[in-house]
């Protein structure tokens, strides 16, 4: 039997889960990565700029490792799954090579709109795949020692995991602003609720 598909504008279940446990997840990640980031600044050490205690989970450095900790495992699962999910779908979902022509070449303006959408979204899935692995490398480097290799040195590892932070509102910000200018409120409260 062929699954009923949901009226335009309105995503199905596992797309309205996986958004909300994301973005749960990612709060806790982010705030208790910032947490641990604040002991020793990625960027000038001790002397370094360091974040206001509202964007930080964890109280200390050790209460911050232990909700990353924590997070972590389910973080890459839902990860997992929802990668699987997008490359099992019938349409189309993630960004391709003709998405970048649409941009370049296309007059349509819906067109390219849905072309910048699934760049940006694809680019999530990417710098969220890059947080997993450049954290893993630092979480066991003995193990992951080939891991930790491609990325040179400690503090370009740290920095390449810091960073995925700012791209990663960067990247929601556009993937917010899109979907609104795609399907108005309708479909920003539809992915979550
Ligand atoms: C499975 C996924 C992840 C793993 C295994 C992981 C692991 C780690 C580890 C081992 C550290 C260093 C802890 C320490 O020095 O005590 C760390 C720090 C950090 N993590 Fe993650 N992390 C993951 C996902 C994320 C995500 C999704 C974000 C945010 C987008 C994030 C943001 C941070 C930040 C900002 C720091 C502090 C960076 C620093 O000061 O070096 N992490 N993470």
């Given at each position: 039997?062929?699954?009923?598909?949901?009226?335009?504008?309105?995503?199905?279940?596992?797309?309205?889960?996986?958004?909300?446990?994301?973005?749960?997840?990612?709060?806790?990640?982010?705030?208790?990565?910032?947490?641990?980031?604040?002991?020793?600044?990625?960027?000038?050490?001790?002397?370094?700029?360091?974040?206001?205690?509202?964007?930080?989970?964890?109280?200390?450095?050790?209460?911050?490792?232990?909700?990353?900790?924590?997070?972590?495992?389910?973080?890459?699962?839902?990860?997992?799954i929802?990668?699987?999910?997008?490359?099992?779908?019938?349409?189309?979902?993630?960004?391709?090579?003709?998405?970048?022509?649409?941009?370049?070449?296309?007059?349509?303006?819906?067109?390219?709109?849905?072309?910048?959408?699934?760049?940006?979204?694809?680019?999530?899935?990417?710098v969220?795949?890059?947080?997993?692995?450049?954290?893993?490398?630092?979480?066991?480097?003995?193990?992951?020692w080939?891991?930790?290799?491609?990325?040179?040195?400690?503090?370009t590892?740290?920095?390449?995991?810091?960073?995925?932070?700012?791209?990663?509102?960067?990247?929601?910000?556009?993937?917010?602003?899109?979907?609104?200018?795609?399907?108005?409120?309708?479909?920003?409260?539809?992915?979550?609720?």
């Amino acid at each position: 039997m062929q699954t009923p598909t949901p009226p335009r504008g309105i995503q199905p279940l596992w797309t309205r889960a996986f958004h909300a446990l994301d973005i749960a997840l990612l709060l806790v990640m982010v705030s208790s990565g910032l947490q641990i980031y604040n002991a020793n600044p990625v960027f000038g050490g001790r002397e370094g700029m360091t974040l206001p205690a509202p964007l930080l989970l964890g109280g200390w450095l050790g209460g911050g490792r232990q909700w990353h900790f924590a997070g972590m495992g389910l973080f890459a699962l839902n990860l997992g799954i929802w990668i699987a999910l997008l490359l099992r779908q019938r349409h189309r979902r993630l960004a391709a090579l003709d998405d970048v022509s649409s941009l370049r070449a296309s007059q349509s303006q819906p067109r390219r709109r849905l072309a910048s959408h699934r760049l940006v979204y694809t680019a999530m899935l990417i710098v969220l795949s890059l947080a997993l692995l450049s954290g893993l490398a630092m979480y066991k480097p003995a193990s992951f020692w080939w891991l930790s290799g491609c990325f040179g040195n400690w503090q370009t590892l740290r920095t390449v995991h810091f960073a995925t932070v700012p791209a990663m509102a960067a990247l929601t910000l556009s993937h917010g602003v899109l979907s609104w200018r795609i399907g108005g409120l309708r479909l920003l409260r539809s992915m979550v609720g």
